[in-house]
């Protein structure tokens, strides 16, 4: 949020809070269900969340949650898009909603009917990227209009960030695989690591591009070399 907090969701209605990464806080959702995905709005301090059996939650001071529970499936990953001004959340069956306040939510028609696991947006270039299951990415200016772009692969993709210093998205794979774009229409492909690693997730640090799996955590400092 626009305070630096970090936050973490998960089982149970989870929400953990801090400000340095150390010290951790609780936050009562007010849920017993999984929550899977956290956004923060910093400009108008609003709060959305979303889990499993169709839970939205959302907050302007991390104490009230009003629950939403939408006749869709389970939600994996959330993002704010700016520019447009829409939140976008994706889950199983590429399920794919957009709002404005939270509140209105409008089922997008998907190009894919596999699982979308992770969501992005990039303010630089203004586009929306989802990725999922067997090898699909699929991006959007508006949320509204989705095109499945090619990536000639198979394995599951977990996680999709946009780093703004390479100006670059970086997705991160089962079967070791990382892919990257300039442009989120063309895909660059690489094995990172020996042995069969599924990378779960991705982030960027100090400068640096951190792949993790369960058990390691490989790093870059160029974005190309892991």
């Known amino acids: 949020?626009?305070?630096?907090?970090?936050?973490?969701?998960?089982?149970?209605?989870?929400?953990?809070?801090?400000?340095?990464?150390?010290?951790?806080?609780?936050?009562?959702?007010?849920?017993?269900?999984?929550?899977?995905?956290?956004?923060?709005?910093?400009?108008i301090d609003e709060y959305i969340i979303g889990g499993n059996g169709f839970i939205i939650l959302k907050s302007y001071d991390l104490e009230n949650w009003e629950d939403y529970e939408l006749e869709a499936t389970d939600f994996k990953s959330c993002t704010y898009c700016k520019n447009i001004g829409k939140y976008v959340v994706v889950g199983t069956g590429g399920i794919i909603m957009s709002t404005r306040d939270g509140m209105l939510w409008n089922k997008e028609t998907s190009p894919v009917n596999t699982d979308l696991l992770s969501v992005c947006y990039s303010e630089q270039k203004k586009i929306i990227v989802a990725v999922g299951a067997n090898g699909r990415i699929i991006t959007s200016t508006d949320a509204e209009n989705w095109i499945i772009r090619n990536t000639n692969i198979t394995s599951?993709?977990?996680?999709?960030?946009?780093?703004?210093?390479?100006?670059?998205f970086f997705v991160a794979g089962n079967d070791n695989k990382v892919l990257t774009s300039q442009d989120a229409a063309n895909w660059t492909t690489q094995t990172v690591g020996t042995g069969t690693k599924d990378f779960i997730s991705i982030a960027t640090s100090n400068n640096m591009i951190l792949l993790l799996t369960g058990l390691f955590i490989f790093k870059s400092t160029d974005g190309n070399t892991f």
């Open 1 to 43: 949020d626009k305070m630096g907090n970090i936050f973490v969701v998960g089982e149970n209605g989870t929400v953990l809070k801090s400000a340095d990464g150390t010290s951790w806080s609780s936050v009562d959702s007010g849920v017993s269900a999984t929550l899977n995905t956290f956004v923060a709005n910093g400009s």
């Open 156 to 168: 599951q993709l977990n996680a999709v960030i946009y780093d703004p210093t390479r100006e670059k």
